[in-house]
C-alpha cells in the first residue's frame, strides 16, 4: 500500500464521517444511518485490491464479501439491543465483539463447507 493510496483512504473516510456527524444534528438525524452504511470504505477497497488481484481472485473476495453480510447485520442488531443497558463505549466494544465472532464462525464455514478462494 503506498502513501496515495493511505491518504485517499484516509481524506475520503475522514470525509464522510464529519459529514455523517453534520447529519446526524439536522432534523433528519435518521438518515445518517442510511449513510453511515455507504460503502466508502468498500468502495475505495475494492478499486486497490481490483487492481492488484486478478479478476477471478476478485470474484472470490467478492463472492466472500456477500456471504459476510450478515456479520455487519449482527453488529447492528447487537449495538441496537444493549445500547438501553450499556454507554456508548461499551455498546460498540459488545458490537465489535459480536461482530468478531460471527466473522470467526463465517471463516470456519468457508474453511469446512463454502470453500471461497480455496483454489
Not at 443497558?85 to 463454502?114: D, Q
Amino acid at each position: 500500500m503506498n502513501v496515495i493510496e493511505l491518504l485517499t483512504r484516509f481524506l475520503v473516510g475522514g470525509s464522510l464521517i464529519v459529514l455523517v456527524s453534520l447529519l446526524a444534528k439536522t432534523k433528519y438525524s435518521v438518515i445518517a444511518g442510511l449513510f453511515v452504511l455507504f460503502p466508502i470504505v468498500t468502495l475505495v477497497g475494492y478499486f486497490f485490491i481490483g487492481q492488484s488481484v486478478d479478476s477471478s481472485k476478485l470474484h472470490e473476495i467478492t463472492l466472500f464479501s456477500m456471504y459476510s453480510l450478515p456479520t455487519t447485520f449482527i453488529f447492528l442488531f447487537t449495538f441496537y439491543t444493549v445500547q438501553a443497558k450499556y454507554t456508548l463505549i461499551e455498546s460498540l466494544f459488545l458490537s465489535v465483539l459480536a461482530w468478531f465472532l460471527s466473522a470467526g464462525v463465517l471463516v470456519i464455514i468457508n474453511h469446512y463447507v463454502l470453500r471461497i478462494g480455496d483454489s
